[in-house]
């Protein structure tokens, strides 16, 4: 632990969370910009980092149930009748990792959109430490609100320049979570990919359904893309999902990397294995193609 660590446990957490912050130039000023703090250890300079040039690129508010609910737009500057892509966030909401996503989709010609979920229960980017992060915010998340909300996503992007007929979703962790529920939900999604989504857990009053629940009636197809040496997502539900699906008809299909961790796609974080990482993005746009997202 170097001098400014220790020197930092001797402050308030709040406190400390800010001058740490600050020293690692991380700060947000803006959705899609810095790293979440709670993600820390941070491999900044690690980062893949997307050229925005020709692209149409910040911030939109899509207004759901009275709420403007902020989501981070990249797409082909000029261009409609895009296909679109939801970028669904991990618990660390849309930081630098998720916008650059989505405009790694806009450069393959998508309108990707990546709302943050949680602007309602609070600034997931402004948390210390995961527990904190879990507890004042992602605990509090209903699924029927993620549901109605990216609903009103995809009725913005019909209005602003995407094709909806032509309409995937990924997300990664929590978001592979929801892009596993939203496949459910919306039946009109021609494809999702899960990147390491949980997909068996308790039934809360939030959460009632897991993706395990609902997978003998899912019609959209989901490529599950998941670690091998995941310690938070055990093979075993990994094969419990298969078997769900197998009662179904939806093609959905997994693929998992032997010696990937959790987030080995996380590119700005400790986890990251990137020939895996490279893989299963020359997966997920196959998948998108195969299926009608493009």
Partial sequence: MSNMDKDLDSLSPATALRQDTDRRGFMKV???TGFAAAAMP??????????????????????????????????P???TGLPVVLVISEIFGVHEYIADVARRFARQGYLAL?????ARQGDPTSYGTMAELLREVISKVPDEQVMADLDGVMAWARDNGGNTKKAGITGFCWGGRITWLYCGHNPQMKAGVSWYG?????????TPRQPVDIAAGLKVPVLGLYGGKDSGIPLASVEQMKAALAQGSSGSQFVVYPNAPHAFHADYRPSYVEADARDGWEKALGWFRKHGVS
């Fill in 198 to 206: 949980r997909v068996v857990g308790d039934k809360t009053a939030l």
């Fill in 30 to 32: 803006a959705l899609g």
């Fill in 42 to 75: 941070v491999m900044a300079q690690n980062a893949i980092r997307t050229d925005a040039a020709g692209l149409t690129v910040g911030e939109v508010m899509v207004k759901v149930n009275g709420y403007n609910v902020p989501v981070y737009r990249a797409q």
């Fill in 77 to 79: 500057a000029g261009k």
């Fill in 114 to 118: 990546a709302p943050e979920l949680f």
